[in-house]
């Protein structure tokens, strides 16, 4: 019987770090706290909309093979500034909507009719709506 993986989503920073490090050894901070890049990184300043939950911040971490290992909390109408890396992530998130339709037999189907994206990264000084 296989034992069920950990969700990283849910583990603490410990093991996130461990778990990075079997995987990447170079990329977390060394003894001095300094982190290794390959890439500095194009940054932008934005404006975050979170429109799954407006006005609540939002904390995650991300990584890529050109990206070390960081984690974020980005604020609900906070400007920021982020590398397109992760700007071009968020605006990619996205949730299913679903609908119904009528099924071969008669029956109502479900399938999904779109998606919603649910974070927004705006230029600053830009007139929005909160």
Do not use: W
Request: some cysteine.
């Amino acid at each position: 019987m296989a034992r069920p993986k950990k969700n990283l989503n849910e583990a603490s920073s410990e093991i996130i770090e461990e778990n990075f490090l079997q995987e990447n050894p170079g990329a977390l901070p060394d003894a001095s706290g300094l982190v290794t890049a390959r890439a500095v990184p194009e940054m932008r300043r934005i404006v975050f909309l979170n429109g799954r939950d407006p006005g609540c911040a939002l904390m995650f971490h991300y990584h890529s093979k050109s990206h070390p290992l960081k984690h974020y909390t980005l604020y609900h109408g906070k400007e920021v500034d982020l590398p397109v890396e992760i700007i071009e992530h968020l605006e990619n998130c996205a949730e299913a909507q679903y609908g119904y339709k009528q099924g071969p037999d008669g029956h109502p189907m479900m399938y999904t009719k779109g998606h919603k994206y649910i974070f927004q990264c705006r230029a600053p000084g830009k007139q929005f709506v909160a």
